[in-house]
């Protein structure tokens, strides 16, 4: 086990675009998870957590720390991305690892802009 991880990781060093894109993703995830954490508050009012167009009202509540998911999402997928992405490499094929990892900084771009439109709605009680 720990020499398959020493391997995949030594071509990963060998594979500089795989590890800048890898390392953006990294970057990215970081950077947006604190930016969500910071724009969290606590609170005793129940806050719009999600929005559906099913439903009646559209607008779903839930206590402030069901938004501390958002975070977690961008760092469950920086995380599961960089680990398939090393595993294409190793396995099959350079140019999928990449695919794979930009596909990784998309989801992560797209989740920063859900978690900050949901932070950003404003609805009165």
């Known amino acids: 086990m720990n020499t398959v991880i020493k391997e995949s990781l030594k071509q990963l060093v060998a594979n500089r675009h795989l590890l800048l894109v890898i390392s953006l993703l990294f970057i990215l995830a970081i950077t947006f998870s604190v930016i969500i954490g910071l724009s969290i508050h606590p609170s005793e009012l129940q806050l719009v957590s999600h929005y559906s167009a ?4 559209h607008l779903y509540r839930d206590q402030w720390f069901y938004l501390l998911v958002f975070v977690a999402f961008e760092l469950i997928v920086v995380v599961l991305h ?8 190793v396995v099959k094929d350079c140019s999928l690892a ?28």
């Open 98 to 125: 990449i695919a794979i990892a930009w596909f990784g900084i998309g989801i992560v771009i797209l989740g920063f802009v859900m978690a900050m439109a949901v932070l950003n709605v404003w609805t009165p009680i």
């Open 54 to 57: 099913f439903g009646l009202t």
């Open 82 to 89: 960089s680990i398939l992405s090393i595993k294409i490499l």
